[in-house]
């Protein structure tokens, strides 16, 4: 049996600290996965800049709720579930997540969480597992499932490689050439491609147990 799994931001939807960035004019918070590899760095440097800044998690969702998927993300993603299982793996937030989530018919998504206080302060961030993307891709493959996995960014690199099949997807330049053994497509139409490409393929005995 088969099954996909996608990261989130930069490949179904936008940048969601892009987006806040962007309303709030500060620059520093546009900084992503895709620059800083090492997770728990990234969001110890934006939760400086909001609680600097006196921002809370109502401001950000406030940005959410006016955002949209990508442009023919809907329709990649009412393709891609009509043909196989789903699974998006993310390192977003369960706050910030439901109205984009809504909007692509509720994908199945596995996530963190953030901490805050009763005023809305974001105190910190708990994550569902510790390398949770490989992990969730991991034990998929356990239950015999062969896994073909994709994203954009440093963090989805691990998923990508656990699962064996997959690819990236719009990543950056320094991305694609640190790893160029992983394919990297630029569009839905040959994302689209691609997976029905590893759809069509027989499953590899014993890509479960590895």
């Not at 949209?68 to 393709?79: C, N």
């Not at 510790?130 to 996995?149: I, Q, R, T, Y």
């Amino acid at each position: 049996m088969k099954i996909v799994c996608l990261d989130l931001e930069g490949v179904l939807i936008p940048e969601i600290w892009i987006a806040f960035s962007q309303a709030t004019g500060i620059k520093e918070l546009s900084r992503t996965t895709r620059d800083e590899p090492d997770y728990d760095k990234l969001m110890a440097f934006r939760l400086d800049i909001l609680t600097r800044r006196g921002l809370k998690l109502p401001d950000i969702q406030k940005v959410i709720s006016g955002m949209k998927p990508l442009p023919g993300a809907v329709e990649f993603t009412a393709e891609l579930r009509s043909k196989t299982q789903l699974i998006i793996l993310s390192d977003t937030f369960e706050q910030f997540a439901a109205p984009l989530m809504k909007q692509l018919s509720y994908p199945t998504l596995f996530c963190n969480t953030l901490v805050t206080g009763n005023d809305g302060t974001v105190l910190s961030w708990r994550l569902r597992q510790k390398n949770g993307k490989k992990e969730a891709v991991h034990a998929l493959k356990s239950c015999n499932f062969d896994v073909f996995a994709a994203g954009d960014s440093f963090n989805d690199l691990a998923m990508i490689e656990e699962a064996g099949s997959g690819c990236l997807f719009r990543a950056p330049q320094a991305i694609r050439e640190s790893h160029p053994k992983i394919p990297h497509v630029e569009d839905y139409a040959a994302f689209t491609e691609r997976i029905d490409h590893f759809l069509r393929q027989e499953t590899r005995s014993g890509d479960a147990e590895k």
